[in-house]
């Protein structure tokens, strides 16, 4: 049901333009060459550049947008609702990496995309595929970044939304539908709650419903980070990949990226191992890793500042899990006092002002490396799935 393109003949046109070519460890010179091509976005391909390039490596990279829709082989084949969303740069982290003993640490910066989350990848994806079916009005549970995320590209397409969010969401994600001019629907309940009222109420009122993984187009979009990373270390995979896990969809939607290059000959079994991280006060997946379980129970009275991680039980729970087991990962949780800190830490050594979401994966790493989970030379991505700037009151909080 999820893959409505051809793979194989995806596989021939990518191939021409991104691979395959070298199939070794990552290594830090690929996070230059995002600079490189990130800079080309900022001043257009010059003609020298352009004929350098395909002359020097045979293929059209260079003259794909810079966003996810250069994937277009692997994404819906409709007429794409984009705000330029993906693409994001994978900084190099030596400050950082240096105080966690780490020498190859990066971090790719997804608080830069539109309505600044890595939501956005999934719910151009999503309106896209809406929009061609002719759905007439959008709906969606979600902790806040997603409807932010639908209420803009629902705008750009010119589809009415309804977003269903807690009360205690973020007063920016609120503020931000509002903008869009969604209809926002606050509950009192976690998104559980949110997911059951759309469910209800969706046949009566002609809603077509775009909650992760019951609509399958999200995930599609996701997994551009995946193709990305790939390329972004010249035809390689780090060794580790830490993200935050709440639906889950994120860590999902890569590991269907790595199988698809792999099915497209583009790199081999390896996979980088998947440490899923979750907030102390909302941990259904390590729980249910570190009890060995093939699916996670109900998260009782989850707690969390972190509001992406506020799932107390992710739909796809069973994937996650095996994506981490076949992936030889692991799952850990950071406490919301963690996360602050090593949010602090991210934004004094690096620079970059992360989403609570964001700041556990340097938790995750801290632990890991500290516990020799991850050696000092292995190369670590640190996903920051969203940008500080939404999470006011939570760094007022954090900061006093
Ligand atoms: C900033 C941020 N990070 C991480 C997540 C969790 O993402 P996923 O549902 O793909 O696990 C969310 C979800 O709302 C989020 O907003």
Redesign the pocket.
Known sequence: MLARYDLAKAAKTLSLAFGPRRNGRAAPSGAQRMDKAGSFGLTGPQDADRAALSGAQGNDQALRPLSMWRYAEVLPGDEPVTLSEGMTPILIADRLGAKLGLRALYVKDEGLNPTG???ARGLSAAVTRARALGAKALATPT????GGALAAYAAKAGIPAVIVMPAGTPHANVQECMAFGADVRKLDGLISDCGKYVAEHKEREGWFEVT?LKEPYRIEG?KTMGYELWEQFGGALPDVIIY????????VGMCKAFDEMQEMGWIGGARPRMVSVQAAGCAPIVRAFEAGAKASEFFENAATLA???R?PKAIGDFIILNDIATTHGTAIAATDEEMFAAGRELARLEGIFA?P??AATVVAAQKLAARGWIKPEESVVLFN??TGYKYSEAWDQALK
Do not use: R
């Not at 902790?143 to 997603?146: C, L, Y």
């Not at 935050?244 to 860590?251: A, D, E, M, Q, R």
């Open positions: 989350s890595f939501k902790a806040g970044n997603a992760t996701k935050p896990t709440g639906g889950g969809v994120g860590l509001s992406g991680l799932v989403a979401e964001g799935t969203g």
